[in-house]
């Protein structure tokens, strides 16, 4: 190991390379020969880190087992990589991804319980967010909660998330990790289409042809420096760039929340113990030092807060790595404009609509008992969310045929009928009444053939909702 790798490592290299170490290899090259001789192809063995270094354990651990006359266990978490990776495990709990099954927990019984079955929650959702993993009573694991490497898994330590969700097991590479294909296995389809995203832009095209140029194997991987001929996902999200450190944190250099019903700008506040949250940037900015509640209930002390132009000016220093500041800033004045439009034209109406479809009653409840709520599930999950990523990184395909194109469509020729079905006589006041301002004039522009908002849009065949 060289004297610069060794300096990012926080143990002391007298602590690993564990004596029982030896036995492991030997039998698992017979055991399952696979992995053995993938930890042998690693950087963990040219440093001398074995198995026993990772999978040791102490009988107090809930997961622990007795194995061949060792104590270990077989998740290796988060928190057991961080004894030596130390600054990679404190950004990646302060991240999102961290959170990814915390943010589920609620939505799981709409989607995976009523909507299709429980069955579907271990092989899908808990495959990307990650779940909550069991133990049974002789520290084998709960075949419904394991195995996955999702992104937010809740480990049997309390750790959260899972390393070999981008590293992949036993090799841990970081080259591997720098390639989009870490990402798209979770970040690809309706919700988060970043895998088709990326292959429709310039950048995905020049990666495609160019990949011998992106020097993968580096020791060091700086934007600008080390490769120019195409930016991959890590290097926007996490990639080190000019004077710009390299993160674990994925969700820090993002000014926007993309995937809500209403896109907000966000404040990122940081806790003095480390722990992040974000907040929308209407909220009051918190001052230092005081304490907020957070997403598990219990208080935490500001240390500082990043408003969106900060976490802006941090992408935008990527881009700079390989663009003119004009470029950089006009594109993004693009990209915003588009989520502006869909905030304004088409978000904060069908929000508004819904809000009171519920609050007369004309809508129970109960998630997804309705069309409409499919219908505006979709407006903003899948088309709206397909726009917005696409103006966020250069597919025009997603900006307007896959994302507004669709949203427009939807929202005209679905959603609002579905809506003033649901609100019967109500229509004015719950409707039209959402739907004032310059975005929709031209309905109401008699010259178009429409005089009257609503009366002449053609209702689709699967529009019409019986009114209550
Ligand atoms: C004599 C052979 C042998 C030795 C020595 C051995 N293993 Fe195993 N190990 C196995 C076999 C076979 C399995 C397959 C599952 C089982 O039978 O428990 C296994 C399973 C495992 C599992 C997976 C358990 C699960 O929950 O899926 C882990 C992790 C593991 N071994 C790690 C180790 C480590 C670390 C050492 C060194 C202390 C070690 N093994 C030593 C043979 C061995
Ligand atoms: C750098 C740390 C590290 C080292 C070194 C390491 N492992 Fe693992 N191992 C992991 C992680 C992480 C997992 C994934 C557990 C999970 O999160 O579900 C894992 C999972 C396993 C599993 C269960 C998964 C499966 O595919 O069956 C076995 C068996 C296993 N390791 C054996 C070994 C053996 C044998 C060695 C040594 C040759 C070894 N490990 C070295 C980190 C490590
Ligand atoms: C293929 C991987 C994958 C599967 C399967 C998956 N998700 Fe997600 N989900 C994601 C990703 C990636 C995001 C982040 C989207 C973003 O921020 O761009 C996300 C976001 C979310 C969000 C936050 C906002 C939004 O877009 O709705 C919720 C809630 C959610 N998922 C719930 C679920 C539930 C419940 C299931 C199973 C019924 C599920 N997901 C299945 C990958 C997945
Ligand atoms: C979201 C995907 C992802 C997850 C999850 C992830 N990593 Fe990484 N990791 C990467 C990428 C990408 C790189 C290469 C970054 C670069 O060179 O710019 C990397 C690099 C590393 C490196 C090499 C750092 C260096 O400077 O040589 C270490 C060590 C590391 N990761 C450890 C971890 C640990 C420990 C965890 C869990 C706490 C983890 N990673 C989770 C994607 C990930
Ligand atoms: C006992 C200490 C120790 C533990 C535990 C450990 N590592 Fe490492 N890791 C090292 C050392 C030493 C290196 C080699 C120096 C370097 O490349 O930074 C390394 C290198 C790496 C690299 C860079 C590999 C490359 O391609 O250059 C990654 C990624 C990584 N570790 C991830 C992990 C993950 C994920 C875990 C937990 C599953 C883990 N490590 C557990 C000590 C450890
Ligand atoms: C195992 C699945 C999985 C993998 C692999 C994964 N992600 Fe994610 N990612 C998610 C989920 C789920 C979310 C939503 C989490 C949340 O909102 O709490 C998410 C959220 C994000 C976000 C949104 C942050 C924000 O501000 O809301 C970004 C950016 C991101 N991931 C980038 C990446 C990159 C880059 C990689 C590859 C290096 C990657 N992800 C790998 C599942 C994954
Ligand atoms: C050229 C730089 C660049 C590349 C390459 C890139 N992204 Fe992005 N990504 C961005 C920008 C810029 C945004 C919007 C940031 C904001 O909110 O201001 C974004 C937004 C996102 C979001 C939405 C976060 C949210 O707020 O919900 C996710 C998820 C994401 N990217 C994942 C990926 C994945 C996965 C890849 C690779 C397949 C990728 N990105 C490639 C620059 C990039
Ligand atoms: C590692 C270098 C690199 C980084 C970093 C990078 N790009 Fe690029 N980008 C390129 C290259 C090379 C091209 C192709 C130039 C050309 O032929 O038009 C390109 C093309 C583009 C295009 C298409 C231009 C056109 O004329 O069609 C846009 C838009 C773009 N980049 C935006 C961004 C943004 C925004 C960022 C930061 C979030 C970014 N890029 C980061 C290298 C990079």
Redesign the pocket.
Known sequence: MSPADAAKVALDPGQWGHP??E??????L???SGLAAQWQASAHQRAGVN??D???ATAADADA?E????V???IVSPKDCGRCHTQEFVEQQGSVHAEAYAIIKDRVPALAQNLTGAAVQAAGCDQCHGSLVKVRGDG??DPATWPNSGIGRVNPDGSKGSCSACHGRHLFSKAQAREPEACVRCHAGPDSPDKEIFEASKHGMLYASQRDRMNLDAAQWVAGRDYTAAPTCVTCHMGAAGKLPATHDVGLRNAWSLNSPVSQRQLLVVLEDGGKLELPASAPVPKRGAEITKADGTLGKVKSVGTPERRRQAMSMVCQECHGKPFTDAFMKQFDAVVDLFNGKFAEPARAIMAGLYAQGRLTPLPFDEPIEFTYWELWHDEGARARHGAAMASPNHTWWEGMYLVGRNFYSRFLPQARAAAGDRSAALVDAQLTGDHHQWLTDPAAGNPILGIDIPLGTDAVEAPR
């Open positions: 029982a170490g036995a492991c290899v030997s039998c698992h017979k055991a399952s198995c026993m990772c999978h040791q087992r194995h061949e006359g060792q270990i266990a077989t084998s694991l």
